[in-house]
T-cell receptor, first 115, second 114 residues
Framework: ETGVTQTPRHLVMGMTNKKSLKCEQH?????MYWYKQSAKKPLELMFV???????ENNSVPSRFSPECPNSSHLFLHLHTLQPEDSALYLC??????????????FGPGTRLLVL | GENVEQHPSTLSVQEGDSAVIKCTYS??????FPWYKQELGKGPQLIID?????GEKKDQRIAVTLNKTAKHFSLHITETQPEDSAVYFCAASNYGGSQGNLIFGKGTKLSVKP
């Protein structure tokens, strides 16, 4: 185990649903990340939070809304998603923010299917 | 911005043989290059990393080499075992610069046949 947990592990939702993904890190890190992993594509960084403040938003559609209430928890709120949003959503944490050269520890991911 | 190319996309080797995965990057300012291993149903796990002031780093059966002039770096796995079967990702970042976040390659699916 890496010390980063994600729930749920699998999620099926319709395009009109609203759901949330949860990530929790038990490593005492101060930065957390959301990535999208699609088949045959590189991991795509979606959001970065450093010290609970969002420092990066890589032009992600507004139907994805992150929330970081404290340094140990990260949420990704989903609403009116499209089928092309189906992917594995990975959470990661590190001790340095702003993408510094500190090891990023990944959770197991949430496999999302949008129907 | 940074672009990372990774080859091959799939690699099959016999147990005991060596495996080599290569990555190239475009931003000469990149200074940190980690390698991640992702097993089925799990998130990526760091297996080794190298910084731009070092040309080679080893950890038991795993080694990484970096050629800054050519802007490429490689992962070498010796004496492969079936448990090495996984998807391997390279990444690059320019810590302290304008591209501080990790940019990943598309991954290499390694299969080690017993």
């Amino acid at each position: 185990e890496t010390g980063v947990t994600q729930t749920p592990r699998h999620l099926v939702m319709g395009m009109t649903n609203k759901k949330s993904l949860k990530c929790e890190q038990h490593l005492g890190h101060n930065a957390m990340y959301w990535y999208k992993q699609s088949a045959k594509k590189p991991l795509e960084l979606m959001f970065v939070y450093s010290l609970e403040e969002r420092v990066e938003n890589n032009s992600v559609p507004s139907r994805f809304s992150p929330e970081c209430p404290n340094s140990s928890h990260l949420f990704l709120h989903l609403h009116t998603l499209q089928p092309e949003d189906s992917a594995l959503y990975l959470c990661a944490s590190s001790q340095d923010g702003r993408g510094g050269p500190e090891t990023q520890y990944f959770g197991p991911g949430t496999r999302l299917l949008v129907l | 911005g940074e672009n990372v190319e990774q080859h091959p996309s799939t690699l099959s080797v016999q147990e005991g043989d060596s495996a080599v995965i290569k990555c190239t990057y475009s931003d000469s300012a990149s200074n940190y290059f980690p390698w991640y291993k992702q097993e089925l149903g799990k998130g990526p796990q760091l297996i080794i990393d190298i910084r731009s002031n070092v040309g080679e780093k080893k950890d038991q059966r795993i080694a990484v080499t970096l050629n800054k002039t050519a802007k490429h770096f490689s992962l070498h796995i010796t004496e492969t075992q079936p448990e090495d079967s996984a998807v391997y990702f390279c990444a690059a970042s320019n810590y302290g610069g304008s591209q501080g976040n990790l940019i990943f390659g598309k991954g290499t699916k390694l299969s080690v046949k017993p």
